[in-house]
């Protein structure tokens, strides 16, 4: 608040001042002209008529001549600090909202971390302290490993948002068969989620030139965002096409949709939809900027539309 308050008054102190500076211009110009005037009223007796009308024209001209040149340059003036007044105002902007969604992803992710670590060492006391046996230690270690294999997914996310980062960044890619890998997340994530429905359509083989490990992690990120936000009852639709020259991979869902005005900064890192779904969702806000890295490390589109009667259609499209 502070910070914006200095600001518009700084600015409003140049706009202040250069408006100042035009009016003393033209003050000096006025008397400039008056003193040319008076010195030709007082010497017109030694002139002729004619010479005379001509010196005030000219006084007149030369008047109007620097009143548009203190115009044209204020104007100009006002326009380059109009511009960079809105310029800093967005980079300030931009760097406060960037640094509110840092502070919310290290929340984020602080408590995500927490909470598997926290899950799975009271799962590991218990079976230390109690000689459980049969289902109840089954459901345990069960659990344990799902929350190792969520902790898992989500430094993997983080590290490999770190080096996606980097420009210096390269990949590892190789001719692989990428329904193959796709059956095989399918099954690590239905092993994770038993309960979810996933109806897939999948042909026996798709070869592509990628980086199965990043391949990957874009799969699951799009299947883990269909499963945070979908109902539980619903099903979530994957399919894999190959038309001519081109790939398309979808995972589409029956959850709240993806608002038109948020379809593109969805793709940002940190960045997290402010509606009621998601502040009661947990998410870190990266999960769908890897899938938009990785699928341009592979010269491929990724997208988000509408789907019928309702949900998200997230689309990779991938050159053969």
């Known amino acids: 608040m502070r910070t914006t308050l200095l600001y518009w008054s700084l600015l409003a102190y140049v706009v202040a001042a250069l408006i100042w500076w035009f009016i003393s211009l033209e003050k000096q110009n006025r008397l400039i002209a008056e003193r040319d005037r008076n010195y030709l009223l007082e010497h017109r007796q030694a002139i002729s008529p004619l010479e005379f009308e001509t010196r005030l024209q000219l006084v007149d001209r030369q008047q109007a001549k620097n009143t548009t040149k203190h115009l044209s340059e204020g104007i100009t003036f006002l326009a380059l600090i109009g511009l960079g007044a809105v310029w800093v105002y967005r980079s300030v902007r931009r760097r406060i909202r960037l640094q509110q969604q840092q502070e919310q992803f290290i929340m984020a992710v602080t408590h995500e971390l927490k909470t598997p670590i926290a899950v799975a060492r009271l799962n590991l006391e218990t079976l230390q302290r109690y000689p459980l046996e049969g289902e109840k230690r089954d459901r345990l270690l069960k659990t344990t490993l799902d929350e190792t294999a969520r902790l898992n997914f989500l430094t993997n996310n ?58 990957q992690i874009l799969i699951n990120n799009l299947l883990e965002n269909a499963q945070k936000y979908a109902p539980r009852e619903t099903p979530i639709n994957l399919n894999l096409t190959e038309n001519g020259g081109s ?22 890192r940190f960045y997290r939809i402010e509606n009621e779904t998601t502040r009661k969702t947990q998410g870190t806000g990266l999960g769908l900027y890897l899938c938009k890295k990785i699928a341009q490390a592979h010269r491929a589109d990724i997208s988000v539309t509408d789907h019928a009667p309702q949900g998200s259609n997230f689309a990779v499209e991938f050159l053969a």
């Open 247 to 268: 790939i398309r991979l979808e995972v589409i869902d029956q959850g709240p949709g993806i608002p038109p005005a948020e379809r593109k900064r969805i793709f940002n």
């Open 158 to 215: 983080i590290l490999v948002a770190s080096q996606l980062a980097d420009r210096g960044f390269r990949s590892d890619k190789t001719e692989l068969n990428l329904a193959s890998l796709l059956r095989d997340c399918l099954r690590d994530f239905q092993k994770r989620f038993p309960d979810r429905i996933v109806l897939a359509e999948i042909p026996d083989e798709v070869v592509l030139n990628g980086d199965p490990l990043l391949l």
